[in-house]
């Protein structure tokens, strides 16, 4: 089974500051990724995700990720944070063999400090 | 157009009762999945259906069973609950079950058990 890996399940930046958030997956055949971003009190709502093709994949609300075969990672960065950024954001793939059931990463709480 | 719709918001239990939920996908959605988020972890995959029959199931003993109706639209059904079962459970409906289709989740249905 597949297994997501995010690093530091609280991150803190500055307004206006790069955010990074980190996921790695396991497997050895590249999983399909996605990254999903929950409100308090909400669902999940997808920021962008990675199938195919160039490797670099814009989101929305000016978030990005790259997938890296090399580093089996999918980290989700954005230039400047903005107050509304603050969030719980999870990392989930998908098994390109056995459909969309998700494996999720234990998500990363981000704080936006004005 | 509509999103995914659960019912109910919330709800309140004591151990050993048993618990329906329901989903609504979105129109023209033929598969849905079930997801359970234990608070402050990511989502755990249940149960994924796709034209009235179960094309996934994760690691969950067998007080967990779901089904899907000619509508589409699902329920989650919980025996003989536990404490540990108190979760926010989220429906995700898509298209059809292929690996690269995101998936659109509801608000959750907040289950406590007490």
């Known amino acids: 089974a597949q297994s997501v890996t995010q690093l530091g399940s609280h991150v803190s930046v500055s307004e206006g500051a790069l955010v990074l958030l980190r996921c790695n997956y396991s497997s050895s055949v590249p999983p399909y990724l996605f990254w999903y971003v929950q409100y308090p009190n909400q669902g999940l709502q997808l920021l962008l995700k990675?199938?195919?093709?160039?490797?670099l994949v814009k989101g929305i609300n000016g978030f990005e990720a790259e997938f890296k075969k090399s580093e089996t990672s999918f980290h989700l960065t954005k230039p400047s944070a903005h107050m509304s950024d603050a969030a719980e954001y999870f990392c989930?793939?998908?098994?390109?063999?056995?459909?969309?059931?998700?494996?999720f990463g234990t998500g990363t709480s981000l704080t936006v400090i004005p | 157009d509509a999103g995914v719709t659960q019912s109910p918001t919330h709800l309140i239990k004591t151990r050993g009762q048993q618990v329906t939920l329901r989903c609504s996908p979105i129109?023209?959605?033929?598969?849905v999945s079930w997801y359970q988020q234990v608070l402050g972890q990511g989502p755990q995959f249940i149960f994924q259906?796709?034209?009235?029959?179960?094309?996934g199931r994760g690691n969950f003993p067998d007080r967990f069973s779901a089904r899907q109706f000619p509508n589409y639209s699902s329920e989650l059904n919980v025996n003989a609950l536990l404490l540990g079962d108190s979760a926010l459970y989220l429906c995700?409906?898509?298209?059809?079950?292929?690996?690269?289709?995101?998936?659109?989740f509801g608000p959750g249905t907040r289950l406590t058990v007490l």
């Open positions: 129109s023209g959605h033929k598969s």
């Open positions: 990675y199938t195919t093709g160039a490797t």
């Open positions: 989930a793939v998908s098994d390109r063999d056995t459909g969309n059931q998700f494996y």
């Open positions: 259906y796709y034209e009235k029959e179960e094309r």
């Open positions: 995700a409906s898509s298209p059809s079950p292929s690996s690269y289709n995101e998936q659109f």
